[in-house]
């Protein structure tokens, strides 16, 4: 695990505009930056950052946090892949809590394996666009697949020198180590003999999520017959076939904004695709789909839709993964080119407009498109004929939602002329211990009625909980002067509140006023803040917002980026452009502390008074004395504190 010291440093050190700007532009407005939404399609800014604060807000998607939630939500990360982005980004050594000698063997060895597999991108990059022999061969060969210098670069592409141990052998000169040379697969070793995997090959990397290449994809350029015309690297520590899928590091942004992702089988569809425009495409590399991939792609989006070239035996093996991708609960479509046409070929005849247009036309159902497919089979033959209807009821029965099983099993009757009753008894069959799905027999016709929209209710306790937490966050030091309101009965015997002046810091004032009517937070995430500041506040003079964000919970941090934020929200639309002037909270804090208390003591009586009448309803009457007289005072107390606000009852 990577050392609390690291992960402090990363903090103090990373600026959360600069690691947002490479991703975002971003412009100056006041004290902070603006810019549009990387998460929404928008044309007027809604995405605000504060260096300051060290936060950002999307107020379009209503996302926020500090710099590694960005990196977590933008680019996917995990929470340890985004400590160690920050940490390469600002040259930061990561240090390891203590491990085992063999946890610390086993991750050594793995950063072996990771930096020898990114010397080898690059050495295959450099031959590739640098020399004579690898602009002869390797770059004439994707130029002639239409590939740009721009999409070259962009995926890294290479080429290994067609010799026996070019690249082995200026590995070991430049120090990389043989055990891990072969253990990535980059060499093969035969007794004193070294070899290179991938010569006289063009080379694809294969990228993490997080952009580190895990291995490789060789394609020879010979026509040589008793050579396999793709070669992938070997399974490894670091490279797990069934784990990976090709271009999803440069794929995951546009398949989480387009809420799609595309699965076509070949490196070249994927490059293809991104150089025509489309970049929510992603491949599994020509080996079967896996549960893994499939949740690689859920975790960006529910939707996914394969596109197949027009080998029909090609598409019978494809169809496999279908079913694992239903039993994800994904929603998954099937798209077909012309005959001879590949996703590659027919995206570099074709503009994005046409290729999407395309693809919006001929993405059919699964269910629709594999009883078209397989029913071409068996023609006339109705044992063929029951054996597919009973293959796709068993893909039906992987669908985990009953409401798609159902419609799915409609369409299915219609579109093979089979009575619904059937194949709700074949289902029947397969789905777990034999239960019938229940369904009745005659649907009653829908009645439209038209509902008016219910009210939004307000949760008054929530609001002034979180406004007692934007106070303490925006001014919890500030010193002010406050008029505390002293509860006495005056000489008619009425409750009446004096005022007694006096100086204090604002979490004083705060913290004595909670602690003096015992008023606890009923909001889990706020409670947690609120002792988290109090500590922070008694014990650090040197207090600072952004390092207290940085010491919260995920859950905690987008909520207190949420209410530090929301104040800053009307500077996006230049109000005071328009002679629109937003109050100044800081001009009036004492103030604003002094009517937040008494809203929340307020509301805590007018609950009590409700709680109290309720119990009225279930005594007796020589048992509703005391409890009326109890009443009547917090009718009393509630009356002076509505006063005191300036609010009626």
Known sequence: MISKSTIDQVFETARVEEVIGDFVQLKKSGSNFKGLSPFTDERTPSFMVSPVKQIWKDFSSGKGGNVVAFLMEHEHFSYPEAIRYLAKKYQIEIEETEQTDQEKLIRDEQESMYLVSEFAAQFFRQTLLETDIGKAIGLSYFKERGFTIETIKKFDLGYSPDQWSTFTDHALEKGYQLKFLEKTGLTIVREDKKFDRFKGRVMFPIHSMSGRVLGFGGRILTSDKRTAKYLNSPESEIYHKSKVLYGLYHAKQAIAKEDRCYLVEGYTDVIQFHQTGIENVVSSSGTALTPEQIRLINRLTPNITLLFDSDPAGIRASLRGVDLILEQGMNVQICTFPEG????????????EQLRAYIEAHSHDFIAFKASLLMEDAKNDPVKRAGII????????????????????????RTLDISEEVLFATLAQVVSKGQQPTRPRKMKQMEVVRKEPAPVKVDALYELEKTIIGILLHYGPVEEQFEDLILKQNEKGELVLEPVVHQARVFEKVFLDLQEDEIAFTNPQFQKVYQQLMNHYTQDANFSVDTFVNSLGPEEVSEVTHILMDEEQHVLHDWDRMNIFVKDKKAEIARLVNETILSLRRHLVSQKIMELTEMLKSKEIAETSALLQEVMDYNSLRRVLSEKLNRVL
Do not use: W
């Not at 590659?344 to 005849?349: L, T």
């Open 341 to 352: 046409e590949d996703p590659d070929s027919f995206a570099r005849k074709n503009s994005s």
């Open 390 to 413: 009973r293959d796709i009821v068993n893909s039906i029965a992987r669908i985990p939602d009953q409401i798609q099983q159902e419609l799915y099993l409609q369409e299915t009757a």
